[in-house]
Antibody
């Protein structure tokens, strides 16, 4: 069974940094591109970016490229999202997703990030 | 950015009724490789989204065949032929021909 489990969220102050993790199981992690997607409290969905199966290439939503970094450790079957200089508008539930046929075929349960002083 | 406009924003249906959701794109979603990367997701209350349909009309494994997708270019439709109680939730279209973007969602309520 494919499972994606995110962690690392919580309450953070504006300007701080935060690193989210997503541990994958039930499939060969190193065979798949992976993405991060977030959902605001108003339910708007936004793609953050993705990473190639071997970690050699990343894509980002232009508006987030300078503050967010996606990485992976295939030996640990783990996907990461490094967030820096967070803002109130980064408050959202963050999902890691598996990419297949350019679709998001599996989603984690999500992790909440709240940016507030 | 590619803007996906979903209509209607809310849909109320009785059990057994057939319904359709429209998703219109601001740009063609036909990729240079000949594929059209338009997918449909369902987010049930309190759950993460799940993939229903990919590549416009291909049913994801395990998804009931009352769900179907159609369309091309910039106009796409999700149809549910005979709504069941478990179908309530918010439906999103999402394109990944270009940098991925999502529609604003259609909330399906059961009367």
């Amino acid at each position: 069974e494919v499972q994606l489990v995110e962690s690392g969220g919580g309450l953070v102050q504006p300007g701080a940094s935060l690193k989210l993790s997503c541990v994958a199981s039930g499939f060969t992690f190193s065979d798949y591109w992976m993405s991060w997607v977030r959902q605001t409290p108003g339910k708007t969905m936004e793609w953050i970016g993705d990473i190639k199966y071997d970690g050699s290439y990343t894509n980002y939503a232009p508006s987030l490229k300078n503050r967010f970094t996606i990485s992976r450790d295939n030996a640990k079957s783990t996907l990461y999202l490094q967030m820096s200089n967070v803002r109130s508008e980064d408050t959202a539930t963050y999902y890691c997703t598996r990419d297949r046929h350019n679709s998001f075929d599996y989603w984690g349960q999500g992790v909440m990030v709240t940016v507030s002083s | 950015d590619v803007v996906l406009t979903q209509t209607p924003p809310t849909l109320s249906a009785t059990i057994g009724q057939s319904v359709s959701i429209s998703c219109r794109s601001s740009q063609s979603l036909l990729h240079s490789n000949g594929n059209t990367y338009l997918n449909w997701l369902l987010q049930r209350p309190g759950q993460p989204p799940q993939l229903l349909i990919y590549l416009v009309s291909r049913l994801e494994s395990g998804v009931p065949n009352r769900f179907s997708g159609s369309g091309s270019g910039t106009d796409f439709t999700l149809k549910i032929s005979g709504v069941e109680a478990e179908d309530l939730g918010v439906y999103y279209c999402v394109q990944s021909t270009h940098a991925p973007t999502f529609g604003s969602g259609t909330k399906l309520e059961i009367k």
